[in-house]
C-alpha cells in the first residue's frame, strides 16, 4: 500500500526525459551526470542528467491501490456522508496500514483503514480538550503519534491510535514575540516539537526590512460592488525561523513571497527550501546551510496545445471553487513564457526529496516528480497518473499537506469535478 544567499543557476527538467539528443546515461569523465563542488564550506550539487532513465527507474501504478472518503466509485455520489472529507490540512499513514486524515472543514482527525472504511473519529469542533477550532497541519511521529496543530497555535494535541489525547501542549506567544513571530506564524511543524516559522519582514516603522528585496507584486481580489475586481499589492519577503522547544531561533534566511516552498524530512531530519523556482537550499536544523541542490537543464517549451490545457484546467478550478466564470470584460490571463522548474517539494520516509515539476506531455499540470537523494544527487523522475476529471493545479502546492510519500505508497488529495475531496493511495514500486 502507498504513504539569505541567492545564486542564479537554473533547476529544471532533463531534456533526456524528453527523448532529446543527449549523452547516455551513467556518469563517465566526459558527460558526468553530476557536478560536486564547496564553496566557503556549502556542497555545491549541480545535476546533469539522472542517473537513472526512466525504464530503470521507480515508478507509480497508474490506478489507485485505494480511495477514502465516500464511494469507491469515483462516478458516483457517497455512499455515507459520514465519510465524506473536505478541506484536507493534512495526512499521515500508521505503520498498521490505517491512514489519518485531517479535516479542517468538519474539524476532526479521521482514520481510515485500508479496506477504505471509516474506524475512527478523533477530536470535533470546540475549544476543549482534545478539540479543534480551526486545524492547520496534521504531524505524524513515530511509531504511532498523531499530532494535531490548532488555528493561531492556540493548541497542539498528541493523540495514540486509539483517539486518547496524550498531552496538550500550548506556546508561549511572549518568548515567540521576541523573534517577531506570532500566533500566525506556522509554516512547518517539525521534529522534537520545533517547528518553522514565517517572520514578516517589517521593522517597528512597518517599512520593509532585510528582506526587502525580495517585494513582489501580486493581486488582491476584491468585491466591490459589480463585477469583482483584482486590485495590485506589493507583498515584502518574510524571514524563516525554526523555534526550537527552548524558543531559540535559528535562522534559514529570506523567502519570497511567491515560489518559495517548503519541505522536511530524513535521518537525520533536514529542511528544504526552493526559492524563487530555481534551486533548492539544504539545511540542518540549527540553521546551518550544508547544500545548494540544482540542475543545469530547463524545462520544456510551453505550446499552444500544453497552455489551453493549463487555462481550461483554470476554468474549472476557478468553478469548483465558486468563483463566476471569466467575462469578456475580465483582463485576459498572460500567457506564459516558460514553466517553473519547482512547482513544489515533499521528502519521502526515507529522507528522498521529491521535486513536482513540468513534464513535456502538454497536459496542463505539472505532471512528474524528480527524486532527489539526501546527497542532492538527482536519481530519476517518475510519472504521476493523471486524472482528467480531477483538475490538480493545487497538487501538493499547500506545504505538502495534502501529499505523502512513504517507502511504497504516494498519498494525494484530489477533487472530481463536483469539488468533493478524495485521499488516493497509490503503490510505489522502487524496483530501479
Known amino acids: 500500500m502507498l504513504e539569505r544567499l541567492t545564486l542564479p543557476v537554473a533547476l529544471a527538467i532533463s531534456p533526456a526525459v524528453f527523448g532529446c539528443d543527449r549523452a547516455p546515461f551513467g556518469d563517465t569523465a566526459e558527460n558526468p551526470t553530476v557536478t560536486v563542488r564547496d564553496s566557503a564550506g556549502i556542497e555545491i550539487v549541480e545535476n546533469h542528467a539522472p542517473e537513472h532513465p526512466a525504464e530503470s527507474f521507480w515508478t507509480v501504478d497508474p490506478e489507485p491501490e485505494f480511495v477514502l472518503g465516500g464511494s469507491e466509485d469515483l462516478s458516483g455520489l457517497a455512499d455515507d456522508s459520514a465519510q465524506l472529507i473536505w478541506r484536507v490540512a493534512g495526512l499521515a499513514r500508521l505503520p498498521d496500514g490505517r491512514v489519518a486524515v485531517l479535516s479542517s472543514g468538519s474539524r476532526q482527525l479521521m482514520l481510515f483503514e485500508p479496506s477504505g472504511e471509516l474506524s475512527r473519529i478523533i477530536g470535533g469542533p470546540g475549544e476543549g480538550p482534545g478539540e479543534f477550532t480551526h486545524p492547520l497541519a496534521l504531524q505524524h511521529l513515530p511509531p504511532d503519534t498523531l499530532v494535531v496543530w490548532d488555528y493561531f497555535l492556540s493548541s497542539i494535541d498528541y493523540f495514540d491510535p486509539d483517539g486518547n489525547l496524550l498531552k496538550e501542549r500550548s506556546l508561549d506567544f511572549a518568548r515567540m514575540s521576541v523573534h517577531g513571530a506570532g500566533a500566525e506564524s506556522l509554516r512547518l511543524p517539525l521534529p522534537h516539537g520545533s517547528f518553522l516559522a514565517g517572520v514578516p519582514d517589517l521593522t517597528a516603522d512597518e517599512s520593509p526590512g532585510d528582506c526587502s528585496h525580495l517585494a513582489a507584486h501580486g493581486l488582491s481580489w476584491a468585491l466591490m460592488g459589480s463585477p469583482l475586481r483584482a486590485e495590485g499589492v506589493t507583498v515584502h519577503g518574510e524571514e524563516l525561523l525554526r523555534i526550537d522547544d527552548a524558543y531559540a531561533a535559528h535562522s534559514f534566511g529570506c523567502a519570497r513571497p511567491y515560489g518559495t516552498h517548503v519541505a522536511a524530512g530524513g535521518d537525520p531530519p533536514f529542511v528544504y527550501i526552493s526559492n524563487d523556482h530555481v534551486e533548492i537550499r539544504q539545511w540542518s536544523l540549527d540553521g546551518t546551510l550544508v547544500r545548494i541542490i540544482r540542475r543545469t537543464t530547463e524545462p520544456p517549451p510551453v505550446t499552444d496545445?500544453?497552455?489551453?490545457?493549463?487555462?481550461?484546467?483554470?476554468?474549472?478550478?476557478?468553478?469548483?471553487?465558486?468563483?463566476?466564470?471569466?467575462?469578456?470584460?475580465?483582463?485576459?490571463?498572460?500567457?506564459?513564457?516558460?514553466?517553473?522548474?519547482?512547482?513544489?517539494?515533499?521528502?519521502?520516509?526515507?529522507?528522498?526529496?521529491?521535486?513536482?515539476?513540468?513534464?513535456?506531455?502538454?497536459?496542463?499540470?505539472?505532471?512528474?516528480?524528480?527524486?532527489?537523494?539526501?546527497?542532492?544527487?538527482?536519481?530519476?523522475?517518475?510519472?504521476?497518473?493523471?486524472?482528467?476529471?480531477?483538475?490538480?493545479?493545487?497538487?501538493?502546492?499547500?506545504?505538502?499537506?495534502?501529499?505523502?510519500?512513504?517507502?511504497?505508497?504516494?498519498?494525494?488529495?484530489?477533487?472530481?469535478?463536483?469539488?468533493?475531496?478524495?485521499?488516493?493511495?497509490?503503490r510505489v514500486r522502487r524496483d530501479g
Open 305 to 426: 496545445k500544453a497552455w489551453e490545457a493549463e487555462l481550461a484546467h483554470r476554468t474549472r478550478n476557478r468553478a469548483m471553487d465558486g468563483w463566476p466564470p471569466q467575462t469578456e470584460d475580465d483582463e485576459p490571463i498572460p500567457r506564459r513564457e516558460k514553466y517553473p522548474a519547482i512547482e513544489s517539494i515533499l521528502v519521502d520516509a526515507d529522507g528522498y526529496l521529491w521535486v513536482r515539476e513540468w513534464s513535456a506531455s502538454e497536459s496542463g499540470i505539472p505532471d512528474q516528480w524528480g527524486v532527489f537523494s539526501p546527497e542532492g544527487r538527482w536519481l530519476g523522475v517518475l510519472a504521476f497518473p493523471p486524472d482528467p476529471a480531477a483538475p490538480d493545479v493545487g497538487l501538493c502546492a499547500r506545504a505538502t499537506s495534502n501529499c505523502r510519500v512513504g517507502k511504497d505508497y504516494f498519498l494525494v488529495v484530489r477533487r472530481d469535478e463536483l469539488g468533493r475531496e478524495r485521499v488516493e493511495g497509490y
